[in-house]
């Protein structure tokens, strides 16, 4: 049981004793029957007490486990590495030198890397150095479109519960989850409100990358390094921004698109195939949430652009209608992106194609919430691919991710819903 169901339930079992010994008359004792049932509430209260004994005890080692073990340096081992380049190249003499039985004569910051795990020495295999994992980790969300503009959220063991308020309308009495306040006279009875919250819930899933390396790319180290430090990150960049997209939340984080949370805009009444149309740009932007607009960013399929150049607001020329979309250095937009009513079009390969369903979304992506492991997993083995003489890199990064709204919110006039996630249906 989790903890919470624990205290749940140890709740219930002391409620259960006080209600049995509360209806014990003054001065009598318990019945037979009743102290059977006082003395098994009880026992059962006693071993829920120890079972959440034990899973604080194991919740306190998974949120410091990750971080707590120190590596010592063996003797005779140099600085750390200089470069990513440098330690690369240590690992390809290292895995040769293991291979003809002479571990010994490898270099000692390798094995250093290895902390407590003593296996992966004997398999002739290393972690790279945590600074160098960092660099990939940071660069992976510096990269990434989408994954950069969400809420990121640190992930201090594999699991991760949050509070937040069940809010679905504006209306009175449902704000904030169902605080209400009102104008009362002069000794009146005050009449009291109480909010509802929901979990939720992150679990940090795993997102795995895996390359093979030639004995002869080892060889050059400043060439490798730059590979691995552009491939990977930019891998892992894509994976996350598609998760957060059009994931499905199993096994990965849930995308926008996939989630009860986004509002699917109609197309036009006979709107042809293969079109946006001004009224689609309007009326997404009518159904968006308005403290929203300010983060706010359009998210499209590079195809989309031809049909957003001529859209036009009110009139029939350019000389009297103003233009829905500028492109960057063009009408005095000197962003790097285009501008559509004002807010950037950010086109992105994780969009669907032009005229299906999310080729065509305006998101505040800081509703998204993005937890992660502050850490990433990277080791290398010679033994994967041993016959072919390669190294096999392997990263593993944890993380998970879902909108902050489950559903779209009604607001307080009663008119169409809005949600911080608008995306354009079929057409």
Known sequence: MKLRDLQKALAAAVDAATAINAAVPDGEQMSAEQRTQFDAHMATANTLKADI??????????????????????????????????????????????QQGRTSSADPRLFAALGANETVPAEGGFLVAPEYADGILQRTYDVGEIATRCRQLPMASSRLVM????????????????????????????????????????VANKLIGLSYVTEEQLEDG?????????????????????????????????????????????????????????????????????????????????????????????????TTAALLYTPPGMY?????????????????????PLSTQGDLSLVDLSQYLLPKKTDIRADTSIHVAFLTGELAFRFMLRLDGAPWWKKPLTPYSGAASRSPFVTLATR
């Open 163 to 202: 509070n937040a308020v069940d809010e679905d309308s504006r209306a009175d009495g449902q704000r904030w989850g169902g605080i209400l306040s009102y104008w009362e006279a002069e000794g009146a009875s005050y009449v009291g409100t109480k909010p509802k919250f929901r979990e939720i819930q992150f």
């Open 53 to 98: 004994v034990r899973a604080e005890q194991l919740a306190e080692m998974q949120r410091t486990s990750a971080s707590t073990i120190e590596v010592s340096k063996p003797e005779g081992a140099k600085k750390p590495w200089s470069s990513f380049g440098e330690q690369l190249s240590a690992i390809a003499t290292g895995t040769k030198l293991i």
């Open 332 to 352: 005095g937009n000197n962003s790097p992106y285009g501008l559509l009513l004002g807010r950037p079009v950010i086109f992105v390969e994780q969009a669907s």
């Open 222 to 318: 400043p060439a490798l390094e730059a590979y691995i430090r552009m491939a990977f990150p930019d891998e892992f960049g894509f994976q996350i921004d598609k998760a957060i997209v059009s994931g499905s939340g199993a096994g990965v984080p849930l995308g926008f698109q996939t989630s009860t949370a986004t509002i699917v805009q109609a197309k036009d009444s006979g709107q042809a195939t293969g079109t946006v149309s001004a009224t689609n740009i309007l009326n997404m932007k009518s159904r968006l949430w308005a403290p929203s607009f300010k983060n706010a960013v359009w998210l499209a399929e590079q195809s989309v652009e031809p049909q957003l150049l001529p859209l036009l607001i009110a009139g029939t020329a350019a």
